[in-house]
């Protein structure tokens, strides 16, 4: 069974940084567009950043500057190093990923959810 599994978030103050990290774990051969989004309860899931087809990465306009993704492939994880964070980036945050087993089985995974508190 593949799965992705976040971790890292919390309750941080206005300015301050957190590191999310997505962790898969199963029978994996790949990962394919890795990305981080985010909800609240008044808005949809929306994009934060994730890595495209040849591997370059997109961003919401909303956090460049501030948020990077970047990935350790031998440990298939994934991380959005978060700084300068604002009160309205408060939100639950989620791993999506295309896992293509050994096999070549391919699921469409969304992990758990870690919500991000900003104070101001």
């Known amino acids: 069974q593949v799965q992705l599994v976040e971790s890292g978030g919390g309750l941080v103050q206005a300015g301050g940084s957190l590191r999310l990290s997505c962790a898969a774990s199963g029978p994996i051969e790949s990962l394919n567009n890795v990305g981080w989004y985010r909800q609240t309860p008044v808005k949809q899931r929306d994009l934060v950043a994730r890595?495209?087809?040849?591997?370059?990465?997109i961003y919401a306009d909303y956090v460049k500057g501030r948020f990077t993704i970047y990935r350790e492939n031998a440990k298939n994880t994934v991380y959005l190093q978060m700084n300068s964070l604002k009160p309205e980036d408060t939100a639950i945050y989620y791993c999506h990923a295309v896992i293509i087993t050994p096999k070549g089985r391919e699921f469409d995974d969304w992990g758990q959810g870690t919500q991000v508190t900003v104070s101001s």
């Open positions: 890595f495209t087809g040849s591997d370059n990465t």
